[in-house]
């Protein structure tokens, strides 16, 4: 067994595909409308689906905002190095919500960074987890 993807709902797809692009360097591996259910979906992520976990992107045509909850809590991406993420992140104008740095009492560094539709990602240094 093995995690296929985690799905998102979005308000504007193309908004959203842009940022993952953008802001992480992912790319659509698939997109497709479904006229008769009134929703469009987009996979990405940085490789093929066959061997690696990816997002799903879910625009449902009729709806125009989504109540996130309290349950969900964030998708993690590790990088080379927290802090330069996150400069890169904000020269492309992306929301660094939470700046690099050490977690309380733990040696992991980590960033939060928010996506167009409120959803946040967290950023881990490779190496310290």
Known sequence: ?????????????KESIDFYQNIFGMKVLRQKDYPEGKFSLAFIGYDDE????VIE??????????????????????????????KEITNKGGNVVRDAGPMMG???LLAFVEDPNGYKIELIQKGTF
């Open 1 to 13: 067994m093995r995690i296929l993807h985690t799905m998102l709902r979005v308000n504007d797809l």
């Open 50 to 53: 066959m061997s690696n976990t």
């Open 57 to 86: 992107l879910t625009h449902n045509w009729d709806t125009g905002k989504y109540d996130h909850g309290g349950a969900f809590g964030h998708i993690a991406i590790e990088v080379d190095d927290v802090y330069k993420a996150c």
């Open 106 to 108: 733990s040696k992991l």
